[in-house]
């Protein structure tokens, strides 16, 4: 099973201020590596999926990178509906899929 | 636009079977991997099973799952037998695409809050 940890566990920003969030997978999960949104009572909105392609919707503010075992998520210009949970996941080798434990990203 | 909207029983006692059903509107079962994944304080998001409009399933070893098809409902289903407190959650149905390659998941339901309870 492939693991996936995210860091920092929580990230206290400003709006306006810029949110670097880091998944690391435990082996190479190649390109298939995904980000998600997730606010309070809601399921998770996937925001970027093979690395770095933002999925329908997802504002230009957010961009990602990275390869093999290394990914960034990068949240340009905070706004206020960007305050949430944020998850990476892996889909390369399965089963099973796997998700990082979450970085939340709060108003600081 | 798909929509998956989901239901079932919310508050079980233990060694009861959880059963929840996910029907999908306004997309096909063809092309795409059916999954549930579950969420909890203590474990966050756990991938539990998955299958295709064959019917052929996928099943994280760790699970004591069973998922199902009805493509004449247009509905998939988990169950879960012998319920413990661990398996308290909110469950979620999701999909993911399958071809040309496997994808994330895409369109989720709302979730279903299951307390396992005495």
């Known amino acids: 099973e492939i693991v996936m940890t995210q860091s920092p566990a929580t990230l206290s920003l400003s709006p306006g201020e810029t949110a670097t969030l880091t998944c690391r997978a435990s082996?190479?999960?190649?390109?298939?590596l995904a980000w998600y949104q997730q606010k309070p009572g809601q399921p998770p909105r996937l925001l970027i999926f093979?690395?770095?392609t933002r999925a329908t919707g997802v504002p230009a503010r957010f961009s990602a990178g990275g390869s093999e075992t290394e990914f960034t998520l990068t949240i340009n210009a905070l706004q206020s509906e960007d305050f949430a949970i944020y998850y990476c996941q892996q889909y390369n080798n399965w089963p099973p899929v796997t998700f990082g434990q979450g970085t939340k990203v709060e108003i600081k | 636009q798909v929509q998956l909207q989901q239901w079932g029983t919310g508050l079980l006692k233990p060694s009861e079977t959880l059963s929840l059903t996910c029907a999908v509107s306004g997309g096909s079962f063809v092309g795409y991997l059916w999954a549930w994944v579950r969420q909890s304080p203590g474990k966050g998001l756990e991938w539990i099973a998955e299958?295709?409009?064959?019917?052929g399933t996928n099943y994280n070893p760790s699970s004591r799952a069973t998922v199902s098809l009805d493509m004449s409902k247009n509905q998939f289903s988990l169950t879960l037998d012998s319920v413990t407190a661990a398996d308290s959650a909110v469950y979620y149905c999701?999909?993911?695409?399958?071809?040309?390659?496997?994808?994330?998941?895409?369109?989720w339901g709302q979730g279903t809050l299951v307390t396992v309870s005495s």
């Open positions: 299958i295709d409009h064959s019917g």
């Open positions: 082996q190479s999960v190649s390109t298939y």
């Open positions: 093979d690395v770095s």
């Open positions: 999701t999909r993911r695409r399958l071809r040309p390659r496997y994808g994330p998941f895409d369109s």
